[in-house]
């Protein structure tokens, strides 16, 4: 699982970091009188900076997700960061700018495949490649003022960065942890952990209070003991959810086999090991291949696996919709003789190695021959557990549920010795029971810690994750008519191994909270994602899926919104809180990414968000004109410029998710798109015309903000300074840097945005293939 290639435009600004008890810091310019509050301020979490520049904090202007396998090209109005662009030169007068793409890809990122005919199981070879990076252009585009104190510029005086987006405002949610210590003989027992860990129930500055003490295992065998007693709660957990729609009437028996397989494969796939192909018999399927025996123990009717990495074939996914992926994890054939480090292998269908396929696939055995039957008996004991929950009405878990097979793991951790051990015959689900709790912390147990005093054990801690962050921040005096407007951009990210399949794919309300007030319920679901006009005759994949806070190829300016009557002129407190929606309970609550520590993978929320006074004059001047042409002169006028967003649905239905994808056909979603888009987009003659007589209209465009300058021409009236000029943006050069003389940015400009273009790299490389 990877992120979305999710991208930040940056600024940097001489201001100092907020810690974690913002409170006790104050963010400070090397230039500023301290009798006032400086005109721009960033606050960013430490550890999180981009620049090494202690007395630096990188503040976001424009958020982007890359699109699938094709570029992107957006115009998007920056005027409300005037006062960041003023307060951005360092000593020498220049402004330093930053791109950022989380890629992974370089010059080669390519690899031999097998493509196998999902009818006939012939393979043939392929190369597949993720691509080999972007190239990154950007503009400053500047229009001149229409000049007179009664057509003021739609520029805030002061703005203040309360969370920086990547770098500097990253967090993730309801994280649960696991730490080795050591139980020590005391009256009562004390624990001794090997780093510094907070383990009060009640959270400290940061908010986030735990479930409830933290619990403490025995492992004797080290952390995989309660990490694999995680893996098989999780699965019992799944088949409980999974029994209760069959009792729904909603077949289940595809998802409970899927279930059961993929909790083999992770509990197998530590032992399985590659073996060397020496000989290959195409006329009957058989594979001769040498082992080590000191480290394996053969015997015939073992199972023998493709490489999932090395075989790619058609699957259907649902919904009408085939997806070319990994061959299963399910077995290809068995060995059929094996002596002396040297195996013969009886294969089931025509997909071998040899010269034509470039000696793929390779082939996998299990380390042991109980390998197999231990992880199908314990995956098949999980989901009987599971069902029998449901069976019973148990409630679901809210803490990590932990089972273990009866008698302990000593059997499944000898499973793969030399010599084997005693053959596992039976074909029964293993019997499972929750792993005792020795004790919780700050509730100490000192019968139940007999015995296991100066032994290894295991401790848990759990976040419920309602609070991402708080923060103390001034504002200047305001006079009478001015306003305040936050402007919000979260995007959720990882789906894939999380719980609620979050953040990507959960829906999240964001609780934010002033001064003890509350000061909006926002949800930045993006359910639009199908209409995008860079549609599915450009991109791949999962493009028209609903996501939280964004889509693929698109970017994400955020929303406005008035908080004038939640703030003061001087110190104000911040707090944001996360709820997510959960089927479970028919309503929103604090996270707990409960799957996420069984399948290691966070649910994370980068926040931009900042605060943007703008004085009354204006806020007169917008409201007089004959419309909004930002999203800020939108919120200026009417409160807030996606008033939508302000209304979270009181219950969540079902909707595109990747476990629900579209039952149209890609060509379908494509046709419907044009046709939107045909209706939305203004013909580009009229729009320079109309971009000339008032200014830029932003708004004309969202939310897709696409502007296509070979084919439109520049923006009408509006200065042009280069920024960026196609910068390759690979895995060795995530961001990229430019340096702009404050000079350039110097006269009376009304509006300002940057024109971003995101294009195939040159030298014949290829986009980056994932979103």
């Known amino acids: 699982m990877r992120w979305p290639l999710f991208g930040c435009l940056a600024s940097e600004v001489l201001a100092g970091a907020a810690g974690p008890h913002p409170e006790r810091l104050r963010p400070s310019f090397r230039a500023t009188a301290v009798s006032k509050p400086a005109p721009a301020v960033v606050y960013a979490e430490p550890g999180q900076a981009l620049s090494s520049d202690a007395g630096a904090a990188a503040a976001e202007l424009l958020r982007f997700v890359t699109a699938y396998r094709t570029g992107l090209e957006a115009l998007v109005d920056v005027t409300p960061y005037a006062p960041l662009l003023d307060a951005a030169a360092d000593a020498a007068g220049d402004l330093h700018f930053y791109a950022f793409i989380d890629t992974w890809v370089g010059n080669s990122s390519g690899w031999d495949v097998l493509y196998m005919d999902n009818e006939t199981g012939v393979c043939y070879p392929r190369r597949r490649s993720h691509g080999n990076g972007w190239s990154v252009s950007l503009d400053l585009k500047l229009w001149p003022s229409a000049g007179g104190a009664d057509r003021p510029a739609a520029k805030p005086r002061a703005s203040v960065t309360l969370g920086s987006g990547y770098f500097g405002g990253r967090y993730t949610a309801g994280d649960i942890d696991l730490h080795v210590g050591t139980l020590v003989e005391a009256d009562p027992p004390s624990l001794e952990l090997s780093a510094l860990v907070d383990l009060m129930a009640n959270g400290t500055g940061d908010g986030l209070a735990l479930v409830a003490p933290p619990r403490i295992f025995r492992c004797e065998h080290g952390a995989d003991e309660v990490k694999h007693a995680a893996l098989l709660g999780d699965t019992s957990v799944s088949a409980q959810k999974l029994e209760r729609k069959k009792r729904d009437g909603e077949d289940q028996t595809a998802d409970r086999r899927d279930l059961i397989t993929n909790t083999v494969q992770t509990l197998a796939w530590p032992y399985m090991r590659l073996v060397d192909v020496q000989e290959v018999e195409e006329e009957n399927f058989t594979v001769v291949a040498v082992y080590n025996a000191s480290e394996m123990t053969i015997q015939p009717g073992m199972p023998v696996y493709l490489n999932p990495a090395d075989v790619l074939t058609d699957q259907d996914l649902g919904g009408g919709l085939w997806w070319n992926i990994s061959y299963p994890f399910e077995p290809a054939g068995e060995v059929i003789a094996a002596a002396n480090g040297t195996m013969t292998l009886e294969m089931r269908h025509p997909c071998l190695p040899g010269n034509t396929t470039k000696n793929l696939p390779r082939l996998l055995v299990p380390a042991g021959p ?35 097979p009866v008698g302990g793991w000593g059997r499944w951790y000898g499973a793969v010795a030399v010599p084997a051990t005693t053959p596992h015959n039976s074909t029964e689900p293993e019997v499972l029971q929750q792993l005792p709790v020795l004790a919780r912390v ?93 549609d599915g005759s450009k991109q791949h994949g999962t493009w028209s899926i609903s996501r ?80 909004a042409k930002s999203a800020a002169e939108l919120a200026l006028r009417e409160g807030c410029s996606v008033p939508e967003a302000l209304r979270p649905p009181d219950r969540v239905e079902r909707h595109r998710r990747l476990a629900e994808l579209p039952e149209e056909t890609p060509s379908q979603v494509a046709a419907s798109v044009a046709d939107t888009a045909a209706q939305r987009h203004v013909l580009p003659q009229f729009r320079r015309r109309l971009d000339e007589a008032v200014g830029f209209d932003f708004e004309a465009r969202a939310p897709w903000y696409v502007y296509n300058e070979s084919a439109e021409g520049p923006a009408g009236g509006a200065k042009t300074v280069q920024i960026l000029d196609h910068a390759l943006v690979q895995a060795a050069t995530r961001v990229v840097r430019a340096k702009v003389p404050r000079s350039l940015l110097a006269g009376d400009w009304a509006q300002a945005a940057l024109l971003l273009r995101l294009s195939k790299p040159p030298d014949g490389l290829e986009y980056d293939h994932w979103d």
Do not use: K
């Open 370 to 404: 109980n390998v197999l039957p231990e992880a199908e008996a314990l995956a098949a004991g999980a989901v009987q557990h599971g069902i029998q929950a449901a069976a019973d009405g148990v409630a679901l878990p809210n803490e990590p549920l932990l089972l273990e």
């Open 442 to 534: 700050l509730e100490p147990s000192a019968e139940a810690a007999t015995g296991m005093t100066n032994s290894t054990v295991c401790v848990v801690t759990q976040r419920r994750q309602g609070r991402l962050f708080q923060r103390s921040f001034e504002l200047p005096e305001l006079e009478p008519g001015d306003r305040v407007l936050m402007q919000l951009a979260v995007t959720g990210h990882g789906w894939s191994s999380t719980s609620l399949q979050c953040g990507e794919f959960c829906h999240a309300v964001y609780r934010i909270s002033l001064n003890g007030a509350s000061a909006a319920n926002v949800t930045q679901w993006r359910d639009d994602c199908h209409e995008n006009p860079i």
């Open 548 to 627: 939280n806070g964004w889509c693929p190829g698109t970017v994400d300016p955020g929303m406005y919104f008035d908080v004038t009557d939640r703030v003061r002129a001087g110190i104000n407190e911040l707090t944001f809180d996360v709820v997510v929606w959960s089927d479970a309970v028919g309503g929103y609550e604090a996270y707990s990414d409960v799957s996420g520590f069984t399948h290691p993978e966070d649910a994370s929320f980068p926040v931009g968000m900042t605060a943007l006074v703008y004085s009354g004059g204006v806020v007169a001047a917008v409201r007089g004109q004959g419309g």
